[in-house]
């Protein structure tokens, strides 16, 4: 056991302030991931900032329409929320597919964008990970890469992110309040997650005691036509070997305004841009649905390990957008 302090701040304020204060303090939230790094010892932290009283909870709807979620909220509750259902059905099925009921319960909005990896080699304290020890080098190269990604990594790190519901939010042009030292700024979410480039252990923007505390949704008409897919090595319980998020419009038989989102391929949740430029305007068909796929995976780079490496990703990730596109695309689809 390694002893740490642990406050119970009673603002939000108080919160960042603590943590800002301390350069190995972290936020707790509903702890899904700390606790488990706690105890792998990835996580060392002599304070811990326990922040499930000070940032709100619930959904409340903006004069727009738009629909403004608290960073306390479980995931549990938002998935199971109508409004969500209804107008972004795509954020529900991602949440959805996410761990375990249990664990939806406890997790947070706020928290679970800002979850670690899963990489074998990040949570193994005995190997060599970059993310975890900066310089240490990279385990994954030559190694277990059926996780790992296909696009924007780099010499330093092929980790993936392993959130459901971010690839989901990236799809739906959300923004993010946070709160730190400096006051308060609001971010577009693609904005959120970086590339790991050469300081791999960075997985966001944000500075050290930055606290999310609110996550919009705009009020887009296309999110209602939208849909999560994940594809996984079992049913439940299991992260993304590749996921597809997409909320499209469609007019005359031809597409109209579309976000495409993959997760399981990269280190942060992927905008597919030269997916939708291809998609943006045409008709819909299995044929320029794998146009857009293979425009979006030109510069994919798989790599090779002792598994066989992970190749196989680029062909299931365009059978996935493909299959999520003709449900979307579909006559007499509702949404």
């Given at each position: 056991?390694?002893?740490?302090?642990?406050?119970?701040?009673?603002?939000?304020?108080?919160?960042?302030?603590?943590?800002?204060?301390?350069?190995?303090?972290?936020?707790?939230?509903?702890?899904?991931?700390?606790?488990?790094?706690?105890?792998?010892?990835?996580?060392?932290?002599?304070?811990?900032?326990?922040?499930?009283?000070?940032?709100?909870?619930?959904?409340?709807?903006?004069?727009?329409?738009?629909?403004?979620?608290?960073?306390?909220?479980?995931?549990?509750?938002?998935?199971?929320?109508?409004?969500?259902?209804?107008?972004?059905?795509?954020?529900?099925?991602?949440?959805?597919?996410?761990?375990?009921?249990?664990?939806?319960?406890?997790?947070?909005?706020?928290?679970?964008?800002?979850?670690?990896?899963?990489?074998?080699?990040?949570?193994?304290?005995?190997?060599?990970?970059?993310?975890?020890?900066?310089?240490?080098?990279?385990?994954?190269?030559?190694?277990?890469?059926?996780?790992?990604?296909?696009?924007g990594a780099s010499d330093q790190c092929a980790a993936t992110h392993p959130s459901d519901m971010a690839v989901a939010l990236m799809a739906l042009d959300a923004h993010v309040r946070v709160v730190g030292p400096a006051g308060e700024r609001v971010l577009p979410f693609g904005e959120l997650h970086r590339s790991p480039g050469e300081h791999p252990e960075r997985d966001t923007v944000l500075d050290h005691g930055e606290l999310i505390t609110e996550i919009t949704l705009p009020p887009v008409p296309w999110s209602r036509r939208s849909a999560y897919r994940k594809v996984r090595d079992r049913a439940s319980y299991a992260f993304a070997l590749v996921s597809v998020a997409a909320a499209l419009s469609l007019s005359d038989g031809r597409i109209g305004d579309i976000r495409v989102a993959f997760g399981g391929v990269a280190h942060k949740p992927w905008r597919a841009s030269r997916a939708e430029q291809v998609l943006r305007g045409a008709r819909p068909g299995d044929d320029v649905f794998r146009s857009a796929a293979e425009a979006e995976f030109t510069d994919a780079r798989p790599l090779e390990g002792i598994d066989g490496g992970n190749a196989f990703k680029i062909p299931l990730a365009t059978r996935t957008l493909t299959a999520v596109l003709r449900h979307l695309t579909a006559e007499g689809d509702a949404r």
């Open positions: 056991m390694r002893p740490f302090a642990f406050d119970s701040p009673a603002t939000a304020e108080e919160a960042v302030l603590a943590v800002a204060g301390e350069p190995s303090a972290v936020f707790l939230g509903g702890g899904t991931n700390l606790v488990d790094h706690l105890k792998l010892g990835i996580a060392r932290p002599a304070r811990v900032i326990d922040v499930t009283g000070v940032t709100p909870a619930g959904i409340r709807e903006e004069d727009d329409g738009g629909l403004v979620i608290g960073a306390g909220t479980r995931n549990s509750d938002l998935a199971a929320d109508p409004r969500i259902r209804e107008r972004c059905p795509v954020l529900a099925e991602a949440l959805l597919s996410g761990a375990s009921p249990q664990l939806r319960n406890m997790a947070t909005v706020g928290g679970n964008p800002l979850q670690r990896t899963r990489c074998v080699y990040f949570q193994d304290v005995t190997t060599p990970c970059n993310k975890r020890s900066p310089g240490s080098g990279c385990s994954a190269f030559g190694g277990y890469t059926r996780h790992h990604a296909i696009l």
